[in-house]
């Protein structure tokens, strides 16, 4: 059995070859809920439980749930992913989610930036991942992972390309929360091969737009806004109620989302230099591909990915599948 993760900032993106999961990547302690049964936890979100070799038990919300209910939940990884224990409480819940057997091959992405670095730590890190876990009260299963391969972001998402060219310079751009990876791959007789040196990560992300609705939400109620209640705001438009008053923050979102692409567009162009004349065909990919449509104007011959967000983890698959 193969499994194609993509742990991100603010999502986890699984895949197996049946089915596929997408969950918010926070991460609460369990706590009991009087309300409980009022709402049925498999659509709104997960609550896992983890029992580690050493016999401890730990219980969590996660995602949906964790953003609802959880006191003290958090966007959950720091630079170094894998390091942050949300990361393993992550990809054990989407794994048992999946249903997925002991010593199943995973696949998982790092940004370009820190590939070389950390691969074969996150590599040995995964492999050696285990513990028996339930999700939403089912039965404790064992999930563990045989083999893993580690693949840069954005290079995944390349393989979803649905017209490649047969040969020439193509570009990927994968637009995540907090980082933008930019994958540059020379095309010959259809074999791709990226090109390192036009290959990296860019820190702006869909987070700069929070951070800028957050501060406006701040100067204009005199509150201060946690950056995990932003994408609420933003899915109402701007439009919400505030202590009874309507506040509109649907000019700030827009402006911002221009700001933001023209910020990320002027990196990445800013890093291929004179290349940038010589690619095919740019490709957009991660969720802020969706939410920073103007980027297709900022280059020529843009294209978004379809199911942009899922792109990298639908890579991955393609990757594992081959092996
Ligand atoms: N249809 C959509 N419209 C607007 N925004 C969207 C849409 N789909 C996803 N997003 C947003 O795009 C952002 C980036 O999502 P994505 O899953 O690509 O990030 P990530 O992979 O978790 O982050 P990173 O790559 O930085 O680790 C998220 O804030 C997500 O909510
Ligand atoms: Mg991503």
Redesign the pocket.
Same mark, same amino acid.
């Given at each position: 059995m193969h499994i194609a993760m993509?742990?991100?900032?603010?999502?986890?993106?699984s895949i197996t070859t049946s089915n596929r999961v997408?969950i918010p990547?926070v991460v609460a302690p369990f706590r009991k809920l009087s309300l409980v049964d009022l709402s049925s936890p498999s659509d709104s979100g997960h609550v896992v439980e983890i029992r580690r070799v050493d016999g401890t038990i730990s219980k969590y919300f996660v995602g949906e749930m964790a953003l609802r209910e959880g006191h003290g939940a958090s966007f959950s990884?720091d630079r170094e992913?894998h390091r942050h224990p949300n990361h393993d409480i992550l990809a054990l819940a989407a794994a048992r989610v999946l249903n997925t057997g002991p010593g199943a091959m995973v696949v998982a992405g790092l940004?370009v930036a820190y590939y070389r670095t950390q691969r074969e730590e996150l590599k040995n890190h995964l492999e050696g991942l285990h513990a028996e876990v339930s999700v939403n009260g089912n039965k404790l299963k064992r999930i563990s992972f045989g083999k893993a391969v580690v693949y840069p972001?954005g290079a995944g998402a390349l393989f979803m390309a649905p017209d490649l060219p047969q040969n020439g310079m193509v570009l990927l751009v994968?637009?995540? #929360?907090?980082?933008?990876?930019y994958v540059t791959a020379e095309v010959a007789e259809g074999n791709v091969k990226p090109v390192s040196s036009l290959c990296g990560s860019v820190e702006t992300?869909?987070?700069a737009i929070?951070e800028i609705v957050a501060q406006e939400f701040l100067s204009s109620t005199g509150m201060p806004l946690a950056a995990i209640r932003v994408?609420e705001i933003?899915s109402q438009s701007g439009r919400i109620t505030y202590y009874g008053k309507e506040r509109d923050f649907s000019g700030v979102i827009n402006q911002a989302r221009t700001d933001i692409a023209l910020a990320i567009s002027d990196q990445v162009k800013a890093a291929l230099g004179d290349r940038l004349a010589f690619i095919k065909k740019v490709y957009l990919?991660?969720?802020?591909a969706?939410?920073l449509r103007s980027m297709t104007s900022l280059f020529p011959e843009a294209y978004v990915l379809p199911e942009? #967000?899922w792109a990298?983890a639908a890579g991955f698959l393609k990757v594992v599948n081959a092996h």
């Open positions: 993509d742990i991100g900032y603010s999502h986890v993106k997408i990547s990884l992913k940004p972001q994968d637009i995540g #929360q907090k980082t933008t990876d992300g869909v987070q929070y994408p933003i990919a991660g969720g802020g969706e939410m942009p #967000q990298n």
